[in-house]
């Protein structure tokens, strides 16, 4: 059978609290009137038991508390309970304590009780924010408690504050006025820290304290041990415990998962906060290699939510062309506690990051699992890329200058020739041979020009016509006129020219001319240009003219010219060839050192946002160098000589003798790559460095290339991470109740310690199992698991139900988890012990149908009498009345508590008394609890 719990609340419950607490004050006020010590028995003894279980709660919490309030009040009320049970047991009447004036010594015993609990309430605050020193906080409580106890029973010198002729001492009253001033100043502290307190805790303290002040000054004024007004003061002082008892142990015992979960969530907030923000992925991962645990930085660099991540392994995101020996891997954790090494992880969308793993193993409520830190090196890896190309294409440029057969790009020839130094020379020789000379790009660009004749300049260059005709010639006629040979030729406006081809490499670029001439043993075809000076529009008296200048020569000086012009245009050609390697050269080399510079800027940056420094040794010229960031790590000036001695002096004392040796260790040829600490300027720093070192043919140390990567941020949080998941498994495990997480498909994700103790079934054997396998031994979810409701409408839920399985009556809530998505993702599953009450309840219920039986059973018998049969109670109050009753007076009153036989009617109207029955007795009877 199952019974859904009903959380809302009678709105009836102020009234009848109200009602609870009038007959509780009256019935001690009467039970203070007929029996005094009994009642100052049941109120202090009250007070004591408070007392001792704030001091047990409050110690059993200490761990998981994140201040020392709640044990300071703790630790405190237990000498304020021992106290205050010494008063009890000296009060008059009780006999225990044999030769002492009863009343004073119980005032003794009370003053002292009650200025150690005002002390306790005025300090108490001030431990709200901060830890407690339970040994100190013992100590001072102790000695003063013992003092107080050996003033008054052994050395009898504690202050009077009873004489039985004269009343309450003065030192009495100022006392009780100097505790109440204490307790004045506690609610003043307690307000000005509130702050730190739940709303409700504070209000319900507030309220002791002023109780406890009515208190005091109703203390002040009696003058019998047994008075109204001592009556009163204990009256107050019942309100004072009530109030603390609400404030701290129904607190604790009613709401343990408002004070238990709150320390909780917040450890799992801390953790969280820990563990999300760091810029490094962190994996949780079991032996398996399934993820346990990932942080938010793993998620957003892989592209998977946290669900997707839980539900896989390593082997998911690794890389399958990138093997990794998962042996020797562990290996090493198990040898130096760690391991760093670089995989490549795949993420989600495709994209390959390379990370620098760190892992650990590490021990999470007695189950072995390891930590991985991965840190995305992308940056670092383009940077090592940047530079190895760097070094590539600085050979390559080395190797063009050493290889003219590498292909040029196209390149104009202004770009090559120093053409202003060549026009110069050509104007020499034209001045020496009257002989023009040009160079002419293949575009029919003139780059170099000397010796132009008349006709050319003046005619053939200006008439758009003639001028095609001399770019066609030059361009046209030319064409296949091999490498160190040259061609003589008619242009298209009839006038002789000679060309010999102009190369870089094996590319023609341009051509040497000479031309505008006639040989001498030629006569120029006057008629011919007479009919061009008409075809072209020029003026052909002036056209003539300038034919008549032009010039002749041999054909002999011509061929030696052309073989000069041949070998000219070679020596152009090499000169051209030699200068754009030369050029080019410079410009690579140029842009090499500005990409050296760059890389180096550049991996100078990415060490600084990395934090790892770089250094290089070379022994044979003994030269150690460091960049600037491994500087910056050891705290070292730039630029400070370098010797192994300042390495060691930055070494941690208790890490420098581990360095040194595995240094030495390095030299012989054994890998050198650790984790130790530094000091730097009084700061402990975490550092990992690894070294390249390279050795001769004979094994010695030539030099070397080493990293340093500032890992303090790591460690830090690695320590902080394993701290706040240690804090949070011990929180867990201190729940007495059972507590499981589970996902969707009703799979235990997680479990207390209080679940293997009742399922009898270790939690690491539990994890991936169906819940209601482990818990009801079914195949299936019952239908009144409230986990599937949760589920359903992402809310809570409860059940109260006898579970077979573990043979008690045990009530279950469900508090829904959630994804990063928002999405109901599982829940967290808590299980509770409720037989005893259930075992209550169903007595009560017994008991009830029992009494019911009775009454109906009186009813009965009643009904058989042939007279008329009231039952009322002392209060002269009527019960219960038989039908001969109603026979006689009619219809009774609804309410038949109202009855009252000595004020009725006849039906004629007439008053019946009680001496008109035919029948009167009254039989007197008392129950055993005396009502």
Known sequence: MSTVIDNRQSSGFPARLALAWALAFSSLFLLSRSDFLLFHSIVELIGVVVAFSIFIIAWNARRLLDNGFLLFIGIGFLFVGVLGLMHTLSYRGMGVFVGYEPVNLAAQFWIATRFIQAIVLLAAPAFILRRLNANAAFLGFGVLTILAITSILVWRNFPQMFDPDAGLTNFKIAGEFFITFILLLA??????????????????????????????????????????????????????????????????????????????????????????????????????????????????????????????????????????????????????????????????????????????????????????????????????????????????????????????????????????????????????????????????????????????????????????????????????????????????????????????????????????????????????????????????????????????????????????????????????????????????????????????????????????????????????????????????????????????????????????????????????????????????????????????ADGSVIGGFGITHDITDRKELEANLTRAAMEWQATFDSITDVIMLLDNRHRIIRTNRAFESTFHIPAREAVGKHCHDVVHGLGMAPGFCPHSRTMSCAGSAREEFFEPKLGVYVEATTLPTFNSEGECSGSVHIIKNIHDRKTVETERENLLRQVENQRLLLETTLEQFPSGVVIRNTAGELVMGNEEVRRIFGQLPQNIAEFDTSCCYRKDGTQFNATDWPMNRTVSFRRSDSQ
């Open 187 to 696: 609610i003043a502290n307690l307000r000005r820290n509130r702050g730190g307190l739940d709303r409700t805790v504070f209000g319900y303290l507030t309220g002791a304290l002023l109780a406890n002040i009515a208190s005091e000054m109703a203390f002040t004024l009696y003058t019998d041990a047994y008075g109204l007004l001592n009556t009163a003061g204990h009256l107050l002082l019942i309100t004072s415990i009530y109030f603390i008892y609400k404030a701290l142990i129904e607190t604790g015992l009613r709401k343990p998962f408002d004070l238990l979960f709150r320390q909780l969530r917040k450890n799992e907030e801390k953790y969280r906060l820990l563990f999300n923000s760091g810029s490094d992925a962190v994996f949780f991962i079991d032996e398996r290699d399934n993820f346990v645990e990932v942080n938010d930085r793993a998620c957003e660099v892989l592209g998977y939510s946290r669900a997707e991540l839980l539900t896989m392994g390593l082997g998911d995101i690794d890389d399958p062309a990138v093997p990794t020996d998962r042996e020797a891997v562990i290996q090493q954790i198990k040898d130096k506690g760690f391991a760093v090494f670089e995989r490549l992880h795949v993420a989600k969308d495709g994209r390959r990051i390379p990370v620098e793993l760190n892992a650990r193993q590490i021990q999470v409520d007695g189950k072995s699992m390891f930590l991985s830190v991965a840190r995305d090196i992308s940056e670092r890896k383009v940077a090592e890329k940047a530079l190895m190309e760097s070094e590539a294409k600085l050979k390559l440029k080395l190797d063009y200058i050493l290889s003219p057969e590498v292909e040029l790009g196209e390149n104009e020839l202004t770009a090559v020739f120093d053409l202003p130094h060549i026009q110069q020379m050509m104007d020499d020789l034209y001045a020496v041979t009257g002989i023009g000379f040009s160079i002419i790009d293949l575009k029919g660009k003139v780059l170099v020009g000397t010796g132009w004749q008349q006709i050319c300049t003046d005619f053939h260059r200006r008439s758009p016509q003639a001028c095609a005709n001399c770019i066609e010639s030059d361009l046209a006629l030319t064409a296949g006129v091999s490498r160190g040979e040259f061609k003589t030729y008619k242009c298209k406006n009839n006038m002789w020219d000679i060309v010999t081809p102009l190369y870089i490499a094996d590319r023609h670029i341009a051509n040497v001319f000479t031309g505008q001439f006639f040989f001498d043993d030629e006569k120029p075809d006057v008629a011919l240009f007479s009919r061009q000076a008409d075809e072209f529009g020029f003026d052909k008296k002036e056209y003539l003219a300038a034919l008549a200048k032009a010039p002749r020569h041999s054909r002999r000086k011509v061929a030696d010219l052309m073989d000069f012009f041949t070998r000219f245009a070679n020596m152009i050609s090499e000169m051209g060839y030699n200068n754009l390697k030369l050029a080019k050269a410079i410009a690579d080399q140029q842009q090499a050192i500005q990409r050296l510079a760059e890389t180096k800027t550049d991996l100078d940056r990415a060490q600084d946002v990395a934090h790892v420094g770089s250094w290089r040794m070379d022994v044979r010229r003994n030269i150690l160098e460091w960049s600037g960031e491994n500087y910056r790590i050891f705290g070292i000036p730039a630029g400070t000589p370098l010797t192994y001695e300042t390495f060691l002096s930055t070494i941690h004392p208790e890490d420098r003798q581990y360095v040194d040796a595995k240094w030495q260790a390095g030299l012989r040829g054994e890998p050198y790559d650790i984790e130790h600490r530094l000091l730097v300027g009084g700061r402990e720093k975490w550092v990992r460095e690894k070294a390249y070192l390279e050795f001769d």
